[in-house]
């Protein structure tokens, strides 16, 4: 796919379609021709103001002969201006601008007091006045025209081709994007352009280059009309060919569903999510009811312990005063006898004395008597309570092993429902489009909030038409709830899933708290990681590893910000796959090392911004991790990825800061988030090309924006007056991301040998 930007993203209703550069036709019933001729070929132009580019179509029944091209484009809020003449800015404003070169090279421009410049490199940040001959060489797009989310400019158009017919030779093909893309070939002779056969679709450029990924993963796939079949069903994406394909199973029936039936489907799912949800919150309460009981049970069976202790503590005291009295007693019948004996040998004692001591004895003799019955009546109490605590203890150990039994059984459903409940959020989230946006309006204290909060998830602003985003954050909103509804997306990069959390928003609008937040009451980023390595230590039939990276993004160019050397690195791409080769990796087993890896990136980060004479406001952050979990027993690999990225403030550059290096900063975060902008457009379309490479951060994001992954956007705004004109930019941005449908996220599991299965084989990572 070329990157030539020879196509620029009007608005719905208009198309501008270049000429190929073979100067084959894309002429047409329907397509009236804009002669914006190039120097080089000569001018046939039909105004003589018309910009001098290369050659542009309009597919408009409106455009007549003669009329003139600006205005057309101004009709539809687009100009580009050809020449600093073309559109007189005011004095005093700033205009950011791109130029998109004829060769496919873009650049960031800057309009400012009537003249136009150019940053030549990123490198040598230096900017160069506007070369007069450009403006015959390309198209410059303001920062306006291409808004995030409006209107994305400078894709190539790579759905222009040809085909060689036997009999009619080489005819123009073209791609066309209505409901669904529909491939074309132009008839000469009908001057019309008519829908392609299969067999003849088979011969032409674009679809060759489709079907060889296709081929290439699915050899046994003889068929070409069929897979062209499948091919067309899927919206002419390969990958999702493929994965059609795959999951139809060896027949190779393709069963691409319908447009009603999804929605059926997808009504379906979610009302069985509510009716799982419901479920599921009885049997959460259900369970910790129980939870509750046995809590109470095992207290109850704790002081019937206590109760028993305690009355063996009592028995074993009575036995030995049981004993002790025994032993007194014996004593006591000895010394007494002895006393007898001795009163009776004691013939001289005194006949008073003697019957005072009889007195004692028989006293004494009684007391033994009473004391024994008082022992025997104790011991059989004694005995009945020991009976009794013994058979209490039987009873609660059988209830807590009953309601154990039962909770197992509770908490083995409730698992089961929490995996069906995410099987079904996936299914749900693929459906939709995987795209979440999700808008937060700061606290402030010092300013009165001019937002309105609707109900089901909206926001407007002075009355106006109101902006509807998955979740509305309202200013008294806690992380914690910012967190909640964010979990299910994060956690599913366990699942083997490429998840992205992104944060976009003007600056001080609280992206940075909403991701980072402050040590004691932390955001996303932080909760994440915890989340993770909990259900990581849950998952024991699974090993898993956690790795770290974190790179920063300034002025379109990358740095590692967990290296001391803070060094400059590449981004390379194979196919859909991006590395950054230096980028270094820290493993992560504990919260320790996730704040260690935090604390290490924010001091790199401090000590850059110093180096570079910047604010880390100016710099887009990019925190990653990665999970890979190894099967223990199937031994399959499941590789997750999560990214979370702090932008920089995406607010507009003021006149009053544009100088030097801050006008630098200006343009490489215009262009960067331009081009996500543009991203989000292109998926949004389902363009064919979607133009990762405008920038360093769309390119970095790349894995996680494709078809494969899983996104989740915060758009942040303050609840300022003053900063009214921002907020509304940054909800427009959010509400256009929110249309974009990334297509069905998949997992990446990779099946292994047995034998490293269990560790065996250690080259198989
Ligand atoms: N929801 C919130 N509740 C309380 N304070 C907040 C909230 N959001 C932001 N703040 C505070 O507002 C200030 C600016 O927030 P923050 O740094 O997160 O903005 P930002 O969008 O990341 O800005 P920058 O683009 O400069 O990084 C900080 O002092 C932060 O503590």
């Given at each position: 796919?070329?990157?030539?930007?020879?196509?620029?993203?009007?608005?719905?209703?208009?198309?501008?379609?270049?000429?190929?550069?073979?100067?084959?036709?894309?002429?047409?019933?329907?397509?009236?021709?804009?002669?914006?001729?190039?120097?080089?070929?000569?001018?046939?132009?039909?105004?003589?103001?018309?910009?001098?580019?290369?050659?542009?179509?309009?597919?408009?029944?409106?455009v007549?002969?003669?009329?003139d091209?600006?205005?057309?484009?101004?009709?539809?809020?687009v100009?580009l201006?050809?020449?600093?003449?073309?559109?007189?800015?005011?004095?005093?404003?700033?205009?950011?601008?791109?130029?998109?070169?004829?060769?496919?090279?873009?650049?960031?421009?800057?309009?400012?007091s009537?003249?136009?410049?150019?940053?030549?490199?990123?490198?040598?940040?230096?900017?160069?006045?506007?070369?007069?001959?450009?403006y015959e060489?390309?198209?410059?797009v303001?920062?306006?025209?291409?808004?995030?989310?409006?209107?994305?400019?400078?894709?190539?158009?790579?759905?222009?081709?040809?085909?060689?017919?036997?009999?009619?030779?080489?005819?123009?093909?073209?791609?066309?994007?209505?409901?669904?893309?529909?491939?074309?070939?132009?008839?000469d002779?009908?001057?019309?352009?008519?829908?392609?056969?299969?067999?003849?679709?088979?011969?032409?450029?674009?679809?060759?280059?489709?079907?060889?990924?296709?081929?290439?993963a699915?050899?046994?796939?003889?068929?070409?009309?069929?897979?062209?079949?499948?091919?067309?069903?899927?919206?002419?994406?390969?990958?999702?060919?493929?994965?059609?394909?795959?999951?139809a199973?060896?027949?190779?029936?393709?069963?691409?569903?319908?447009?009603?039936?999804?929605?059926k489907?997808?009504?379906?799912?979610?009302?069985?999510?509510?009716?799982?949800?419901?479920?599921?919150?009885?049997?959460?309460?259900?369970?910790?009811?129980?939870?509750?009981?046995?809590?109470?049970?095992?207290?109850?069976?704790?002081?019937?312990?206590?109760?028993i202790?305690?009355?063996?503590?009592?028995?074993?005291?009575?036995?030995?005063?049981?004993?002790?009295?025994?032993?007194?007693?014996?004593?006591?019948?000895?010394?007494?006898?002895?006393?007898?004996?001795s009163?009776?040998s004691?013939?001289?004692?005194?006949?008073?004395?003697?019957?005072?001591?009889?007195?004692?004895?028989?006293?004494?003799?009684?007391?033994?008597?009473?004391?024994?019955?008082?022992?025997?009546?104790?011991?059989?109490?004694?005995?009945?309570?020991?009976?009794?605590?013994?058979?209490g203890?039987?009873?609660?150990?059988?209830?807590?092993?009953?309601?154990?039994?039962?909770?197992?059984?509770?908490?083995?459903?409730?698992?089961?429902?929490?995996l069906?409940?995410?099987?079904?959020?996936?299914?749900?989230?693929?459906?939709?489009?995987?795209?979440?946006?999700?808008?937060?309006?700061?606290?402030?204290?010092?300013?009165?909030?001019?937002?309105?909060?609707?109900r089901?998830?909206?926001?407007?602003?002075?009355?106006?038409?109101?902006?509807?985003?998955?979740?509305?954050?309202?200013?008294?909103?806690?992380?914690?709830e910012?967190?909640?509804?964010?979990?299910?997306?994060?956690?599913?990069?366990i699942?083997?899933?490429?998840v992205?959390?992104?944060?976009?928003?003007?600056?001080?609008?609280?992206?940075?708290?909403?991701?980072?937040?402050?040590?004691?009451?932390?955001g996303?980023?932080?909760?994440?990681?915890?989340?993770?390595?909990?259900i990581?230590?849950?998952?024991?039939?699974?090993?898993?590893?956690l790795?770290?990276?974190?790179?920063?993004?300034?002025?379109?160019?990358?740095?590692?910000?967990?290296?001391?050397?803070?060094?400059?690195?590449?981004?390379?791409?194979?196919?859909?796959?991006?590395?950054?080769?230096g980028?270094?990796?820290?493993?992560?087993?504990?919260?320790?090392?996730?704040?260690?890896i935090?604390d290490?990136?924010?001091?790199?980060?401090?000590?850059?911004?110093?180096?570079m004479?910047?604010?880390?406001?100016?710099?887009?952050?990019i925190?990653?991790?990665?999970?890979?979990?190894?099967d223990?027993?199937?031994?399959?690999v499941?590789?997750?990825?999560?990214?979370?990225?702090?932008?920089?403030?995406?607010?507009?550059?003021?006149?009053?800061?544009?100088?030097?290096?801050?006008?630098?900063?200006?343009?490489a975060?215009?262009?960067s988030?331009?081009?996500?902008?543009?991203?989000?457009?292109?998926?949004?379309?389902g363009?064919?090309?979607?133009?990762?490479?405008n920038?360093?951060?769309?390119?970095?994001?790349?894995?996680?924006?494709?078809?494969?992954?899983?996104a989740?956007?915060?758009?942040?705004?303050?609840?300022?007056?003053?900063?009214?004109?921002?907020?509304?930019?940054?909800?427009?941005?959010?509400?256009?991301?929110?249309q974009?449908?990334?297509?069905?996220?998949?997992?990446?599991?990779?099946?292994?040998p047995?034998?490293?299965?269990?560790?065996?084989?250690?080259?198989?990572?």
């Open positions: 796919m070329g990157s030539s930007p020879s196509q620029i993203q009007l608005p719905d209703n208009v198309q501008i379609i270049s000429r190929s550069s073979d100067g084959s036709s894309s002429r047409s019933k329907g397509f009236k021709e804009v002669e914006i001729t190039s120097s080089d070929k000569g001018s046939t132009s039909q105004a003589s103001n018309r910009p001098k580019t290369s050659k542009w179509q309009s597919h408009l029944d409106e007549t002969d003669g009329q091209y600006n205005e057309i484009l101004a009709k539809h809020g100009s201006n050809e020449n600093s003449n073309a559109k007189d800015y005011p004095e005093d404003e700033l205009v950011m601008e791109t130029f998109y070169h004829n060769s496919g090279t873009s650049y960031s421009c800057i309009y400012q009537g003249q136009r410049y150019y940053l030549d490199s990123w490198e040598t940040m230096d900017w160069q006045p506007f070369p007069n001959e450009w060489e390309g198209v410059l303001t920062e306006q025209e291409q808004a995030p989310g409006q209107v994305a400019g400078g894709m190539g158009d790579d759905r222009e081709g040809s085909l060689d017919h036997p009999d009619r030779g080489k005819l123009s093909t073209y791609l066309f994007e209505e409901s669904r893309n529909v491939h074309y070939w132009y008839d002779t009908s001057g019309t352009w008519i829908k392609m056969p299969l067999s003849w679709e088979l011969r032409s450029e674009i679809v060759s280059k489709l079907l060889n990924p296709v081929e290439e699915v050899p046994e796939w003889k068929d070409k009309h069929d897979m062209l079949a499948a091919l067309r069903a899927s919206n002419y994406d390969p990958h999702d060919t493929i994965a059609t394909y795959m999951a199973g060896e027949a190779g029936h393709i069963q691409a569903l319908k447009n009603d039936e999804d929605a489907i997808l009504k379906e799912k979610e009302g069985k999510v509510i009716e799982l949800t419901t479920k599921f919150k009885k049997l959460k309460r259900r369970y910790d009811k129980q939870g509750q009981e046995l809590e109470e049970q095992k207290k109850e069976r704790k002081n019937a312990e206590d109760l202790a305690q009355l063996r503590d009592r028995v074993s005291t009575l036995e030995a005063e049981r004993s002790s009295t025994i032993a007194q007693l014996e004593a006591f019948q000895q010394s007494s006898k002895g006393r007898r004996g009163i009776k004691e013939a001289g004692l005194h006949p008073d004395v003697a019957k005072a001591l009889k007195k004692v004895v028989t006293q004494l003799h009684k007391e033994h008597v009473e004391l024994r019955i008082e022992a025997v009546r104790n011991f059989q109490k004694m005995d009945e309570l020991i009976k009794q605590a013994r058979a203890s039987t009873k609660l150990a059988l209830a807590n092993q009953g309601s154990s039994e039962e909770v197992d059984e509770l908490r083995d459903l409730y698992r089961r429902e929490c069906q409940r995410k099987l079904l959020y996936n299914k749900l989230q693929e459906m939709r489009g995987n795209i979440r946006v999700f808008c937060r309006c700061r606290h402030d204290d010092n300013s009165l909030c001019c937002l309105d909060f609707g089901d998830n909206e926001i407007s602003t002075g009355g106006k038409k109101p902006y509807s985003f998955d979740k509305v954050f309202e200013p008294t909103s806690k992380q914690e910012v967190f909640e509804e964010a979990k299910p997306i994060i956690t599913s990069c699942d083997g899933y490429n992205c959390i992104i944060a976009y928003g003007q600056t001080g609008s609280g992206k940075t708290y909403t991701m980072m937040g402050p040590p004691e009451d932390p996303v980023n932080v909760r994440s990681v915890k989340e993770l390595l909990n990581c230590s849950e998952k024991t039939s699974v090993d898993f590893t790795k770290a990276s974190m790179m920063e993004i300034y002025n379109e160019t990358v740095h590692d910000l967990l290296s001391d050397d803070l060094q400059q690195l590449e981004i390379r791409a194979k196919g859909n796959k991006i590395t950054i080769p980028l270094s990796e820290m493993f992560v087993e504990s919260m320790e090392d996730i704040e260690h935090m290490l990136g924010d001091q790199n980060r401090s000590v850059a911004s110093t180096k004479n910047s604010h880390s406001s100016r710099s887009h952050l925190f990653t991790i990665t999970i890979e979990g190894r223990k027993v199937s031994g399959s499941t590789t997750g990825q999560l990214t979370l990225c702090d932008l920089a403030g995406s607010e507009r550059v003021s006149k009053t800061e544009a100088t030097g290096q801050r006008l630098i900063e200006a343009a975060i215009n262009k988030l331009t081009s996500l902008g543009q991203v989000f457009t292109a998926l949004r379309n363009q064919l090309h979607i133009p990762y490479r920038s360093k951060l769309t390119h970095v994001l790349q894995p996680c924006l494709g078809g494969d992954a899983k989740c956007l915060f758009v942040t705004v303050s609840p300022a007056e003053r900063n009214l004109s921002e907020t509304n930019s940054t909800m427009t941005f959010g509400s256009n991301a929110r974009v449908a990334l297509g069905e996220a998949k997992r990446n599991v990779k099946k292994v047995a034998s490293s299965a269990w560790g065996l084989d250690s080259d198989s990572d």
